[in-house]
């Protein structure tokens, strides 16, 4: 294989990499959620069918799902040389490239939707550790809580001191009042969404660069194959007897 095929091996090589890490991130913890003692019983009344959390945790599995396939045809088809994997792996970067685009688009025009959407995924997280006292959702929602500066659903520190999540005042006025954590949540999206927007397009950008190196790839397999069947039909002519009329 020449130069060029030698670098789209490389280059494929290091996104199954990535691929692999964010794949088993986003599949361990949406299985967690989804099977946690505590919580799957949400997934099990049909009232709650429809709510941010049960979304949420269903794109989790699913985003994971479809980039371990990504990697498992990425490997078999890079380190093994097969096109038919590579195929495979063609039509799975270009299904994430459009619904990257696709839902970069939604973001965009619906971000008032989408920012609530991410308040209310808050609230239904914070509600079920209300509710059943989960460490590891406590950890997650004093992530946010720090990250952010803000205090529950209600901002005051005094009504959410039974939950211990609120971070620590830095001021006597933060001791009354702080900000509530679903209106810090949506106003951040609104303010962050140009970012998110460039993070989509680069990432739709490394997607489409994986793709262009995938075909490559497979385009110089194929041709490889046909001239190695070429120098083996050429020797077998040479070799055979010639049959006598």
């Known amino acids: 294989m020449d130069c060029c095929g030698s670098v789209c091996k490389f280059i494929l090589i ?11 991130a986003f599949l361990g913890l949406g299985l967690w959620l989804r099977c946690s003692p505590n919580t ?7 009232s709650f069918n429809s709510s941010y959390f049960v979304i949420g945790v269903t794109v989790l599995i699913v985003l994971g799902t479809v980039l371990l396939l990504v990697v ?17 792996l063609a039509v799975l970067l270009f299904l994430l490239a459009v619904a990257l685009m696709v839902g970069g688009l939604l973001i965009y025009t619906n971000n008032d939707t ?20 989960d460490p590891g959702l406590r950890v997650t929602i004093m992530f946010i809580q720090e990250m952010l500066y803000c205090c529950g659903l ?8 039974m939950v211990q999540t609120c971070p620590k005042p830095n001021g006597f006025l933060s001791h009354i009042a702080m ?15 140009p970012i998110l927007m460039v993070f989509l397009f680069l990432t739709g950008a490394l997607l489409i660069t994986a793709l262009v190196c995938t075909l490559i790839l497979n ?7 046909m001239e190695n069947d070429s120098q083996y039909l050429l020797m077998y002519e040479q070799v055979s007897p010639a049959v006598p009329v």
């Not at 209600?154 to 001191?161: D, F, H, K, M």
């Not at 385009?219 to 194959?225: A, E, F, H, S, T």
């Open 14 to 24: 290091i996104f199954n990499f990535i691929f692999a890490l964010l794949a088993f």
């Open 40 to 46: 799957r019983a949400i997934f099990e009344i049909s």
């Open 72 to 88: 498992v045809f990425g490997d078999f088809g890079v380190c093994c040389e097969k096109r038919c994997a590579l195929h495979v």
């Open 114 to 133: 989408v920012g609530k959407a991410f308040a209310g995924f808050y609230e239904s997280m914070y509600t079920l550790y209300v509710t059943t006292g």
């Open 154 to 161: 209600t901002g005051i520190p005094v009504l959410e001191s």
């Open 179 to 193: 900000p509530t954590c679903p209106g810090v949540i949506s106003d951040t999206f609104h303010h962050s969404l």
């Open 219 to 225: 385009k110089k397999l194929r041709k490889d194959q």
